[in-house]
């Protein structure tokens, strides 16, 4: 018997080793749609203050506050890009 077909479908999607081929190279601009959806639906902010309100591990509080931080960051980096004149 041959492989399953989703077995295929799993790894020619995430490829184990690393390389520069179409299939990484899709993987890798899937990933980035899928955090920047992320991050626009607002997922990291809200994982990282329930990291904030629920964890006792302090490297795991610690994590949650770099990432809201960025978060905050690349929302007010992208807020003055949007509002600033076209040719400013």
Known sequence: ????PSAYFKLSLWPSSPGSGPQN????????WLMDHQKEA????AVSD??????DNPAARMTAQEIAERVEK????RS??????AGA
Do not use: E, I, R
Request: charged content about 5%; glycine content about 10%; cysteine-free.
């Open 1 to 4: 018997m041959g492989s399953h």
């Open 25 to 32: 190279l899709a993987g890798a601009q899937f990933v980035k």
């Open 42 to 45: 607002g997922v990291f902010t």
């Open 50 to 55: 329930l990291v904030q309100q629920l964890s």
């Open 74 to 77: 690349a929302q007010q980096s």
């Open 80 to 85: 003055v890009a949007t509002t600033m004149p």
